[in-house]
């Protein structure tokens, strides 16, 4: 027993000193835990793939199977327990039918945190209504406020055009698909308009918007030149 326990701590240890060698770290905490983790997923396989960066960028996908204010609470809880002292730390949350106050909870949490260390920073990337909304933008700009249900048939639609059948919510080929059939530039384009048109309003009372383009501009800095343009102009 000693000798496993020994063991264990010695991995541990080389776990924490590979992370350390990483200089730029990003945690990533879905609301999710499946068809964001595995979206997010395709950024980090690329990623880690790229020769340039993969020994300089961390990327920690956590499935939550929680919702707004207690994705940030698991987020803070991960940092404690494994005393994160440097690295971005984002949130992936949608709306969907949870109150106000709890989805732009988020922002006002991440706010306060990050005035407490500047090396740790906490980002809040939400969708209103879904995510869904984001990969619709893909595709086309859209600004009618409906149900996640509109939003996947507009999706299925639009699969069915490119002959890729049905838009599949837990879909391990997402990232793909719309990297290679949609318009990444473009979504990220149409993301910020409706932002800034709606200045001044809380998350809540953008409907629809996102802001999940920041974290997907930041991870696409690290993409292979090849997969970058599609991101990046």
Known sequence: MPRKIGTENWRKKRRQEHLEMKEYRYYIFCEGEQTEPRYFG??????????????????????????TMRVIGRAEQY???????????WCIYDKDSFPARNFNGVVTRAESLNKENPLVQYHAAWSNE??????????????????RT????????????????????NSDDTFDILMTHGNPKLAARYAKKIIKEHKGLSPADIAPGTNVYELVEELAKYLPEKSKEHFID
Not at 81 to 89: A, E, F, L, P, S
Not at 130 to 147: D, K, P
């Open 79 to 89: 940092v404690k327990d494994n005393q994160i002292t440097k690295g971005q730390i």
């Open 42 to 67: 395709g950024f980090k396989k690329l990623i880690e793939d790229n020769p340039i960066y993969r020994d300089m960028v961390l990327i920690q996908i956590e499935p939550c199977g929680a919702e």
């Open 130 to 147: 879904c995510i869904e909304f984001w990969f619709m933008l893909h595709f086309a700009y859209y600004t009618s406020n409906n149900h």
């Open 150 to 169: 509109e939003y996947i048939r507009f999706l299925n639609e639009r699969y069915a055009q490119l002959g890729l059948g049905k838009y599949k919510k």
